[in-house]
C-alpha cells in the first residue's frame, strides 16, 4: 500500500526555518517524482517545488526560490523540504504528493493534476 507521511510542520516565528519531511512506505521513492504544495484557508492549493525522478531535477515555484531547497535521502526513502527566512504567507497545510513509478525518469511538475498520491498534510504557521 502506498503511504506517504508528511512531518515538520509547525508555529515558526517571520525569518525562522522549518524542514518538513514526506516519508513514504509501500514503495521506493527514487522512482517516483514527488512534489511539496501547500493550500491556505480560501486558496487553491499550489505548488511549491518538486523533484523527479532519476536525475533529481528540481523546481520551485517564484516565490520560495532561494529560501527552500527540496531534496531526497534515497537510504531513509523520505524526501525534505527545507524552508528558510519565512514569511507570514508562507503559512499553509503542506502536502506531498508523488506520481510514478518510472525506473528511469520522471520529470516533476507543479501541478497537482499531475500526482495521484497524497499525504494527509502538515500544517505550517509562520506568525510573531
Known amino acids: 500500500q502506498v503511504q506517504l507521511v508528511e512531518s515538520g510542520g509547525g508555529l515558526v516565528q517571520p525569518g525562522g526555518s522549518l524542514r518538513l519531511s514526506c516519508a513514504a512506505s509501500g514503495f521506493t521513492l527514487d522512482y517516483y517524482a514527488i512534489g511539496w504544495f501547500r493550500q491556505a484557508p480560501g486558496k487553491e492549493r499550489e505548488g511549491v517545488s518538486c523533484i523527479s525522478s532519476g536525475d533529481g531535477t528540481s523546481y520551485y515555484t517564484d516565490s520560495v526560490k532561494g529560501r527552500f531547497t527540496i531534496s531526497r535521502d534515497r537510504a531513509k526513502n523520505t524526501v525534505y523540504l527545507q524552508m528558510n527566512s519565512l514569511k507570514p504567507e508562507d503559512t499553509a497545510v503542506y502536502y506531498c504528493?508523488?506520481?510514478?513509478?518510472?525506473?528511469?525518469?520522471?520529470?516533476?511538475?507543479?501541478?497537482?493534476?499531475?500526482?495521484?498520491?497524497w499525504g494527509q498534510g502538515t500544517q505550517v504557521t509562520v506568525s510573531s
Open positions: 504528493a508523488a506520481e510514478g513509478p518510472n525506473l528511469l525518469f520522471r520529470l516533476c511538475v507543479l501541478s497537482k493534476s499531475g500526482y495521484g498520491y
